[in-house]
């Protein structure tokens, strides 16, 4: 066995790894800010992949740095107006199902307004990110290493946003208890709004990062939704270092399966992974305790 196909596997396997990684992050600081499963976090992704390629970059031929810019701050406006209009009424809601049809009609609407403005018909951004670097005897796409070193920044930037500063601190307060931090002067509403638009940003992020994966439609964040929330479960549900453990695993383990078994069956690999964990250890790789 090649030892270089090997470790072009691993290094292609750490980028789809950090990405479910950063699908699990984000839906797991809305869950643990609001309490609420967000069933429409990949049309989030969707949504940001269509502002970036499809507003910015086909119809307005905005620089793709200028349009990552641009698609961020579109987000996290998204984000807040989401935030307003549907996650903070409805966790005051007396029955989870209005939350849990809440955020599942919020997907249906994002799918079809990305019909209705862009159009249903696929298409792709033709250079973008494009290109392999060589090592030796090693090739690695360019947008592996990218989506690497982003999703690095991204995960320390929260992590000092959390860690560090003000804001961070009383979004944390928020998470682990909401009338306490509100006893405390800390305003729990204006706080999951600030929440949920970080939450938009890195489904921006997500979004513009796998556009040289896959093809720009209406279903293009589909499957990483799925394994963006195996991971979390995976790792330790509503446990961030969880979420990064549980979608590295996944990706590099499912790249690492098409060495013995057809490519077309290594999704399979995420998900008989869930059930295993589900079934030694429930509360994930990592075994932490709410």
Not at 47 to 76: C, D, H, K, N, R
Request: net charge positive.
């Amino acid at each position: 066995m090649d030892l270089n196909v090997i470790i072009q596997l691993i290094v292609s396997g750490l980028a789809l790894g950090f990405v479910y990684a950063l699908v699990s992050i984000e839906y797991t600081i809305i869950y643990n800010s609001t309490g609420l499963l967000n069933f429409s976090h990949d049309k989030f992704i969707m949504i940001g992949a269509y502002v970036f390629a499809g507003q910015f970059i086909v119809s307005m031929g905005v620089e793709p740095w200028l349009a990552v810019i641009a698609t961020i701050l579109t987000m996290f406006i998204f984000g807040i107006v989401v935030a307003k209009g549907i996650f903070n009424p409805l966790r005051n809601m007396t029955s989870p199902i209005f939350a849990v049809m809440g955020t599942v009609f919020l997907g249906r609407i994002l799918t079809e307004l990305a019909r209705l403005i862009w159009g249903a018909t696929p298409f792709t951004v033709p250079g973008f990110l494009k290109g392999t670097f060589q090592i030796g005897e090693i090739v690695v796409t360019r947008v592996s290493l990218i989506i690497i070193v982003a999703s690095i920044l991204i995960l320390a930037a929260l992590q000092f946003l959390l860690k560090k500063t003000k804001i961070g601190k009383a979004m944390r307060c928020v998470q682990q208890n909401k009338t306490a931090a509100a006893l405390m002067g800390i305003n729990v509403s204006t706080n999951i709004n600030l929440t949920i638009a970080i939450s938009a940003i890195i489904c921006a992020a997500i979004g513009i990062m796998v556009i040289p994966l896959f093809t720009i439609d209406l279903t293009i964040a589909s499957m990483i939704g799925l394994k963006g929330f195996a991971a979390g479960v995976i790792g330790g549900f509503g446990y961030l270092p969880g979420a990064i453990v549980g979608g590295i695993s996944i990706g590099i383990l499912e790249n690492l399966s098409t060495l013995i078994i057809p490519t077309l069956y290594k999704d399979c690999i995420a998900y008989g992974l869930l059930i295993i964990i589900l079934l030694i250890r429930p509360s994930g790789l990592l075994g932490h305790k709410r």
